[in-house]
């Protein structure tokens, strides 16, 4: 009896493992590396998505698709301005560190440059065998040794740097390495028709696509009849235009998502959105949801911007209010997509996947965010700011145009929980978070600024 009780416990055991093993070996070979495509916009502010700007129905696709993706409503770009933002987004490294740190090329060429020695988000993902490809704008270091296609990318077609000519109807592309030349072939369609084109190449393996749109960048530029419509609507004709451009780039990228669709690639795609700072301050009624400052500042209305994760029957549609910031996408794309990391790099973010999948804490995620730009060699009196949990401590913005010089202006404390318009100094009335904070400041300065004159 006790023989049979022995024998029949051995045959169970050994029935619950090999079903054990039959799950297990399912699992990894039904498990197929997603693609991902990272769209980023260029001075799109947080207020012109059309559900924060009253309404005025300009990004239909953008509203439909937030309702569908994982939406963080405190999301940070790396930097006030676009260089070094995109340089966050690509190495999950904060720009200071990587040396890319102004955005003017001809004045400062060895300040907008991605380090040689830092590892590319594009440098992962082809490492881990996925097809790469930049569409749009790269702006993170001109010559041969810094094109695109030196740090990653097996395609490029795009702009090196911010220059469009006059307008988005006359233009130059660099073609994987030659230049080609377009006239009335609007940027920004014929960017997203290139995006098409490279999902179509690549839909039978895993691809990873940066579609960096230029719009709504200057020179502001889309065709008369759009514009009027928005004029006739009341905007002046800056204003208009921007929103004419925006519009463009959100059917645009309708049309990629239908073509995902069909070649039934759509529920195996992570589609990220962003763009990389706050609006330009151009002339015109622009709507910024209520945010004090625009690109080139620190404040909310430069640094805070749209940012979604979709990924249809993977990630349940929800916003989360908790930071995220740039430098956080690639520590998260290499634990959603499981790829092989074996690189001696510190990233400065951590992996959103615990809040992407409704985990309450982010507790992979750094307790400090920072941010800083200046028009050349760092001054990290100026334009400077820290985020701990609701309170941010921001050095305040002295002049677009300084260049060498610092600004000696007091310091400023706000909760951004209760106060997101940065309209409440709370300095003086929480002076230890105010003193530790400005330490703390000072310290990432020094930290990032040895860092880069070390390289």
């Known amino acids: 009896m006790h023989k049979n009780f022995n024998y029949t416990k051995s045959v169970l055991l050994s029935l619950l493992l090999i079903i054990f093993l039959i799950h297990y070996c399912t699992g990894q070979s039904t498990w197929k590396q997603p693609n991902v495509i990272l769209i980023l916009a260029d001075d799109m502010g947080y207020g012109d998505i059309s559900a924060f700007n009253g309404g005025l129905n300009s990004t239909p696709t953008l509203d439909k698709l937030s309702k569908e993706s994982v939406y963080f409503t405190q999301a940070y770009s790396g930097s006030p301005v676009c260089t070094p933002s995109r340089a966050a987004l690509l190495t999950g490294r904060y720009p200071h560190r990587t040396g890319a740190i102004t955005l003017n090329m001809e004045l400062f060429p060895e300040l907008t440059r991605i380090h040689e020695d830092e590892i590319t988000i594009a440098d992962v993902f082809r490492k881990n065998g996925y097809a790469t490809g930049l569409i749009g704008k790269w702006h ?155 690109k080139y500042t620190v404040d909310e209305g430069g640094i805070h911007v749209p940012l979604l994760f979709n990924w249809p029957n993977t990630l349940t549609p929800k916003s989360i209010d908790k930071v995220a910031h740039f430098t956080d996408v690639l520590p998260t794309l290499i634990e959603e997509c499981r790829l092989e990391f074996t690189e001696n790099t510190k990233f400065d973010g951590g992996s959103l996947s615990g809040l992407l999948y409704g985990a309450k804490k982010e507790n992979d995620l750094p307790q400090y965010r920072f941010w800083q730009w200046n028009r050349g060699v760092p001054y990290y009196t100026h334009n400077a700011a820290i985020r701990d949990g609701d309170w941010k401590l921001v050095r305040p913005f002295n002049t677009r145009n300084m260049v060498f010089g610092q600004s000696m202006e007091k310091p400023q404390l706000f909760n951004i929980k209760n106060d997101p318009s940065e309209k409440m100094d709370l300095s003086d009335i929480e002076r230890g978070r105010y003193n530790m904070m400005s330490v703390k400041l000072e310290q990432w300065c020094r930290e990032v600024e040895w860092e880069r004159l070390s390289k």
């Not at 296609?149 to 220059?163: A, L, P, S, T």
């Not at 920004?188 to 895993?206: D, G, Y």
């Open 140 to 294: 993170n270091g001109d010559g041969e040794e810094y094109h695109p296609m030196r740090r990653g990318f097996q395609e490029f077609e795009g702009f090196k740097g911010y220059d469009v000519s006059k307008d988005y109807f006359n233009y130059k592309l660099d073609i994987n390495g030659q230049y080609q030349d377009f006239s009335n072939d609007y940027l920004t369609e014929n960017l997203t028709q290139r995006a098409i084109s490279f999902v179509n190449r690549h839909k039978n393996e895993p691809f990873f696509l940066h579609l960096a749109h230029y719009a709504p960048h200057r020179p502001l530029s889309a065709p008369k009849d759009l514009i009027d419509s928005y004029v006739k609507k009341g905007f002046d004709q800056n204003t208009a235009t921007v929103y004419a451009m925006i519009e463009i780039m959100d059917k645009g990228i309708g049309d990629l998502i239908s073509e995902l669709n069909h070649l039934k690639i759509r529920n195996n795609t992570i589609v990220i959105f962003a763009s990389d700072n706050g609006p330009d301050p151009i002339v015109g009624a622009r709507f910024n949801h209520g945010l004090k400052g625009t």
